[in-house]
């Protein structure tokens, strides 16, 4: 399925693929359960209306792509590398600074974003606008392949955890789930536990990373982009021993709930219901192991553009969008269910990057 060469570039089969799913005239009329392969190879579980959804937000991929592809050939193949603004504001006080055309671009890619970028496009404009291409730059061409040089054979705490790990990162994937998934998982994990010895390795990362090496075109753009995800794009020390940088985002978390669903922290709270039991694995897995793989690329999508806050705009709207279950449940495990119910069949990823979720 994925070839590995000197370079370590991966021919992804499944990414630029976007098939319309049919599901057997059997599983349609009896409107059982049926399995599919997502764009990224992973098994989904759905019933015929969860493949429709899909079909549906796989034709305004579709759509986005035209729109991506038309703007290339105006303005030029790299029209995004610009200037970013984080906000209509922002942008006014810069125009003095932008050119015209840069402000309404770095409007435009906003909302663009937001869309959902074309997955054939995705690996460029991440490795771009992330940041991880300037990180790259500022070090010798060599650095990773000299930095898994050097590493190979050492054994530390994190590198059997890694090792630990590796089998249980999605397994049944078609790449991840062999050899050769797990040698590339391997040594982006290890390269990085050595590069930031405060870090490490914690158990989440396995999952960031294998997503990553699934989107980017090889190996060492995945570093990299893990690189810049670590260490400029999430809140810091989210990953360390002490994991304060979790714990602070469920704090956050937990007075946004109160601000802006007041009726359902009202219940969680009647319920002894800590939001860490959901949202730890939310926030370290980035929703990786939550959501279905393209709906997280497109969260994903937002936040290596517009930065951690969408984190919690995520978070809040799948509360939001079950107040009305949650209101009804009487014990901690029926607040779970409902969650993970939600989160594993959420296959339209407009119901979470709403301008709504975003203008609160």
């Known amino acids: 399925m994925y070839q590995t060469h000197s370079q370590r570039e991966f021919a992804i089969e499944f990414q630029p693929q976007i098939h319309i799913l049919r599901p057997s005239i059997h599983s349609r009329r009896a409107n059982i359960v049926v399995k599919f392969q997502d764009l990224y190879g992973f098994t989904v579980e759905g019933n015929v209306d969860d493949v429709n959804i899909l079909n549906e937000v796989r034709e305004k991929v579709r759509q986005q792509g035209r729109v991506w592809w038309a703007l290339e050939a105006s303005k030029g193949a790299n029209w995004y590398l610009q200037p970013q603004v984080s906000s209509l504001t922002e942008g006014i006080a810069l125009k003095s600074s932008l050119k015209l055309s840069n402000l309404t671009n770095a409007i435009t890619l906003k909302r663009l974003i937001r869309k959902g970028i074309p997955p054939v496009l995705r690996p460029k404009v991440w490795f771009s606008l992330s940041g991880a291409a300037k990180k790259k730059s500022t070090v010798p061409e060599s650095y990773y392949s000299d930095l898994i040089k050097a590493v190979e054979g050492k054994v ?5 955890q890694i090792d630990h790990d590796l089998p249980r990162t999605f397994p049944g994937h078609p790449w991840l789930d062999t050899p050769e998934g797990h040698a590339a998982l391997r040594r982006v994990l290890v390269g990085y536990s050595f590069r930031d010895s405060d870090v490490g390795y914690c158990q989440g990362l396995n999952y960031v990373a294998a997503l990553l090496l699934l989107v980017m075109k090889t190996e060492e753009d995945a570093f990299w982009m893990l690189a810049v995800l670590l260490e400029n794009v999430l ?3 989210c990953y360390t021993n002490n994991l304060s940088g979790c714990h602070v985002e469920q704090r956050v978390f937990q007075d946004l709930l109160v601000k802006k669903c007041p009726r359902i922290a009202t219940q969680l709270e009647e ?28 969260v994903w999508d937002v936040l290596f553009y517009e930065g951690a806050k969408v984190l919690f705009h995520v978070a809040l709207a799948i509360f939001k969008m079950k107040e009305e279950e949650l209101l009804q449940t009487h014990h901690v495990g029926d607040v779970i269910n409902i969650l993970q119910k939600t989160t594993h069949h959420l296959f339209d990823p407009d119901e979470l990057l709403t301008e709504e979720n975003f203008d609160e």
Do not use: I, N, Q, Y
């Not at 530390?156 to 059997?160: E, G, N, S, V």
């Not at 959901?278 to 980035?286: M, R």
């Open 156 to 160: 530390t705490a994190a590198t059997k």
């Open 271 to 298: 319920l002894e219901f800590d939001v860490s039991l959901v949202a730890t694995e939310w926030f370290l897995c980035l929703f990786s192991k939550s959501l279905p793989s393209e709906t997280t690329l497109r």
């Open 235 to 237: 809140v810091s020390d």
